[in-house]
């Protein structure tokens, strides 16, 4: 099979370029477009230059419609507004659409399943192989373990991010809640000040760290009487993110139209 042409979206961004130098690293992928927003400093540059991969000799450019049409699929860690106008055109164009993008407010499911009768589409919370395993980890710990083990979930980012909780956390809560037959929505804790109370059974708690350079750490604990046990991921390196993304592109080029998560590409789900 030929080299699966790729197209990175919000390729001026930090994501973006690590997304180019992992598709430059691995085999079995091409770069054939980069896309960044109207306006944006990185236009016209040199997209390998730009992330530091070397000459390239493509473009960055805003033409994401003709991007899409010359493209087998698209990595993407934008905005959720940007992620579904992007969903919509990898859909007429019938292609692989990875989302790494974070900060959903929970209404975008239909829009990304209409997008998905067409599409291959993997959506993730994060990319990474490690966390991935960590959520099914975390789901089995939950169910086995069962109410009397509170869980609370404690994540660190870097001082920039600008979502909360992480897109990381609330995969692993959902994979928590997923594990006690849950809905997260009415068992989930954002916030503690003043008087609370005493912690009610069942809840999902959530903690929020930022500060520093901090690419990434998450720990899961499930406190019960006397024990308490943690499972942890920590992120050294940007390009986790980057290559798990790639990987999920060639996992999803020959599968049927849908929507799919890292769990699938993993084999988690079978």
Do not use: C
Request: avoid cysteine; charged fraction near 20%.
């Amino acid at each position: 099979m030929s080299e699966m042409r790729l197209v990175v979206v919000g390729a001026a961004g930090r994501m973006g370029q690590a997304l180019v130098r992992a598709i430059t690293a691995m085999e079995g992928v091409t770069l054939s477009a980069a896309i960044a927003r109207e306006g944006s400093f990185a236009l016209g540059k040199d997209a390998g230059e730009l992330a530091g991969a070397g000459h390239l000799g493509i473009p960055v450019t805003d033409d994401a419609l003709t991007a899409f049409a010359a493209a087998d699929g698209v990595l993407d860690f934008t905005s959720p507004g940007t992620t579904l106008q992007f969903a919509e055109l990898a859909a007429q164009a019938r292609i692989v659409h990875v989302i790494g993008t974070t900060g959903w407010v929970g209404n975008e499911l239909p829009q990304l399943k209409a997008a998905a009768r067409h599409a291959r589409l993997v959506k993730s919370g994060n990319m990474s192989l490690g966390v991935n395993l960590l959520a099914a980890l975390v789901r089995k710990a939950a169910a086995a373990l069962g109410p009397d083990f509170d869980l609370e979930i404690v994540e660190m980012h870097h001082r920039h991010k600008v979502d909360a909780p992480s897109g990381t956390a609330l995969l692993l809560g959902e994979a928590a809640a997923a594990g006690r037959g849950l809905a997260l929505a009415d068992h989930s804790v954002r916030v503690r000040d003043g008087h609370t109370g005493p912690r009610p059974v069942g809840d999902i708690g959530f903690a929020t760290l930022r500060g520093g350079s901090v690419i990434g750490d998450h720990t899961v604990i499930l406190a019960g009487e006397g024990e308490r046990v943690e499972l942890s991921h920590k992120a050294e390196d940007r390009q986790i993110f980057a290559r798990g993304a790639v990987k999920a592109a060639l996992w999803a080029r020959d599968k049927n139209p849908g929507l799919y998560s890292m769990a699938d590409v993993l084999g988690l789900n079978d």
